[in-house]
DNA sequence: CTTCAACAACGAGAATTTTCATTAAATGAA
DNA sequence: TTCATTTAATGAAAATTCTCGTTGTTGAAG
């Protein structure tokens, strides 16, 4: 899961994705019209963080092409103008939210992680990673089809993880997911390698693969290779 | 602690407000612009519920007078569109949340209650009740100037009680409070008792009175007499 | 005043979560 | 490479939360 930031402004485009990176998602960026459609033609993101004003061409026109080609993109628009009429054209046009400047990074990372969140909820209740499969319905979990019983901090790490596969998580994203608003800021992370460590045994106990690498000095992913 | 309803729809204003009174809030409404308006400069509530669409004038007018002249009322807004639009406008107006009609009461609820749980840990940060004092800056409890270690259950449900002293408050409110969204609805709420009797041992062994007094058929209140 | 049924209190223990101290591994610098 | 330092893994135990069976209480009906 990559997000692809568009933005001519060099000091705002560094906050923004070395901001988005230290939250634990890839991040890339393009500086003109050109380059953002460039990369997105070769790769696929889950979400475009887009300046309007570009060199090379308007955010709205890019913003027309994306949602044409490929409308599994999220698409969160960035603009200088509180205009309403904007704002409307924006969105009206498949934008899922729309941000002015200037703005909190707080409050951006807040509305990419509604969005992100949003896209992944959407779909089937049923998350599948090769034999491991996790159903929301029932809230259950089964390796080679064999239940697997985990409890609720496994549970939501394992969901955590298949939801973000193949994306670093950091101890910190992790512990503010499984402990929502009681996270303690101040305190340190270490309870997460307790679980990490357990649901590794839990998995590998009942026939599954360890999928959970780890990540040195950044986190965890969930991947195959 | 009162909530307002503002929703000219009678059915849905009646559903919610018996909902809301049936969570054990004090719960006034009103049906136009004009009579929220007078309903506001007389009574201090701690939350208005908003519908957008009101004779006498628009929600978003009154949201935005709302937040001019006490900035203490959380605000919550309804509306019949999901428009993106409506929703960051009325966000970035000082509302507390946004939900589309139709919804689900218990959606309304938990949303409700999520609001006036982060309002009441803004504010003042000390609860007292005679000899007992809870500080939320220092998560801390006192009886008579001594410290009482409390469990986090233990002081959530405490708190619960001083927010809301003298009102009745039902096991299942409580433990929606306590456990937020993790709560399972299809289960018992039964270890309720337990946080009950460990909370009053502790109050009790560390020489304060026990005002949490049990409601027979209906829950428990913290009072005085 | 009894009896009954629903509700609440309680103790003990099971399950879960978190902490902690120790050991192992990875990385960068010398 | 070796060393020092940071980061991660692990086992054990402490703390907390939750479950359950038993006992006690309450209020309504007879």
Redesign the pocket.
Known sequence: MKILVVEDESDLRDAIVSNLIGQGYICEFAEDYRQAEDKLLLYEYALVVLDIQLPGGSGFDLLRWLKKEMNNTGVLILSAFDSLDHKINGLDRGADDYLTKPFHLSELNSRINAIIRRRIYVGSSTLIFNEIELNHEYRSVTINREPV????????LLNYFMINKKRVLT?ESIAEH??GD?I?LA????????????L??KITKHGGEDY?K???????KMTDR
Chains 1, 2 share one sequence.
């Open positions: 019983p985990l409890t609720k901090k496994e549970y939501d101890k499984l402990c009681d303690d305190n340190n992370f270490d309870f997460i390698y307790t679980h990490i460590k357990n590794r045994q959970i780890t990540v040195y000095g950044m986190g965890y």
